[in-house]
């Protein structure tokens, strides 16, 4: 196994069988690190707790909820805004953030009472929501509170609303991961099956594992109305509670991220037998196959394709000439858990780069064996890596951008390395054709940015040339490239909006006649 041995954990020999470099002919039973084990001690992970997971990326895109954190405040704070889940409610789970404040006194005496009278408050504050989830952390979990049974007291005495229990207290599993899988089955097995919704399509699915980050949800929302197809619910970004109660009714669950919400699809086949079918958000490619699948399962490709031949034509020209400016570019792939693998392929062949390096924090084995798997000769692997394996990693690779979350990013720009936020983007969405182009042109922006030209000066001691002007960021990505390439009248740079999102929540659904109502009119 071609094991790479990170110089600042040569103390932690443990860590050696953690990251790998793949070689010509490697496979997955030659290459491939130790993953999802519990963090090794003196190695300062950049892993979320369960606590963490479970709130932070599953329960709180519920955009109808008061998330309730019952316990210390500074909880609460931490998985607060981090992610730009934003909602058509005008983002209400993201203005807004509750918590205990539990503290020591409530450590020695209990704390269910505090818990009662912030669950009446809440809503007596927010009087326009009746639904609510609440999050058990460490502190209330050590010292035995029952919220299942304040909940159930709250929900007697105030009738119409509904609470929802999440028992995952951070130290409930290895990393965030655990977290994801403790909301799943509670949620099936306390609220699916309690709501009756109403059918309005021939063709109805769950889009399951798909967290609307700055829009993603919406983008494919709208690709699937166009083709007649009624979204039961969305676990759980733009979801709400009531739709997710729904899911039972669903025939198809349609699954973007397997690594948080595979669980609650699973059991949904093995309790409802609803099937399950995998699909891919991002990228030319991998989304029209998966339009195509789903198009295929209910017989109905000609919508789909009509939908894939639209997008292309808009949308390739705008692609390809990003990709004639960033092929070759080396990207440090780390993104935390599924994306590596959903982007490894699909930006190596559709945008050009050069996929270098991929590392996981929450992901299981099998997110690394898909990882390595689509990436090429030298990439390096790494499995849940800590601050100064990072350094060297970037040290040794030198990628020209990196796709990871805000603490590893911060540090990859001390180092003078652009990064791109892959948890919650820079300007996204970045599902679908249009949201495609988005993220190709924000890899460009940030591999081709001035600022990082002029970051290596040091003003105090170098000579700074003064005889030019502005330096844009054409004239650094057009400077080898072929005139023709160059000054194409076909190729254009991205010409959508901003703000794409406000315009699809105006759109008006096209209307297919279901085959029930078809045939009762005949």
Known sequence: MPYHEFDCSKCLPERQKHAVTKGAGDNLATALPLGYLNTIPGSISERGCAYCGAKHVIGTP??????????????????????????????????????????????????????KQNIVEAFKACPDIKRMTIYQTCATALIGDDINAVAAEVMEEMPDVDIFTCNSPGFGGPSQSGGHHKINIAWIND????????????????????????????????????????????????????????????????????????????????????????????????????????????????????????????????????????????????????????????????????????????GHQGDMEKGIARCGEDALAIDDPNELEGLEALEKLQPDIIFTGKRPGEVAKKVRVPYLNAHAYHNGPYKGFEGWVRFARDIYNGIYSPMHQLSGLDISKDEIPADRGFVTQRMLSDVTLPEEIAKSETLRRYTGKDDIISDLRKKNAPYFTPIVKAEAAE
Not at 63 to 70: A, E, G, L, P, W
Not at 239 to 266: F, K, P
């Open 62 to 115: 519920m955009k109808d909820v008061i998330h309730m954190s019952h316990g210390p405040v500074g909880c609460t704070y931490d998985t607060w805004q981090t992610k730009r889940y934003i909602s058509d409610n005008n983002n209400f789970q993201l203005k807004y953030t509750f918590a205990t404040d539990v503290r020591e006194k409530h450590i020695v005496f209990g704390a269910e009472g505090l818990l």
């Open 191 to 362: 609220k699916v099956g309690t709501v009756e919704p109403e059918i309005t399509s021939d063709y109805v699915i769950n889009y399951v594992g798909e967290y609307n980050i700055q829009g993603d949800q919406e983008v494919m929302l709208d690709y699937f109305t166009r083709m007649g197809i009624q979204v039961l619910s969305t676990f759980t970004g733009n979801g709400t509670y009531d739709g997710l109660r729904a899911m039972h009714r669903a025939h198809l669950n349609v699954l973007e991220c397997a690594r948080s919400a595979e669980y609650i699809c699973n059991e949904l086949r093995v309790r409802y037998g609803i099937p399950r079918l995998d699909i891919d958000g991002f990228g030319f490619e991998p989304l029209s196959q998966s339009l195509r699948k789903i198009g295929m399962f209910f017989g109905i490709e000609d919508r789909a394709e009509a939908i894939i031949a639209e997008e292309t034509a808009r949308w390739k020209p705008e692609i390809d000439w990003y990709k004639e400016r960033l092929k070759g570019k080396k990207v440090c792939l780390w993104p935390g858990g599924s994306k590596l693998w959903h982007w490894a392929h699909a930006i190596e062949e559709e945008m050009g780069v050069k996929v270098v390096s991929v590392y996981t924090k929450f």
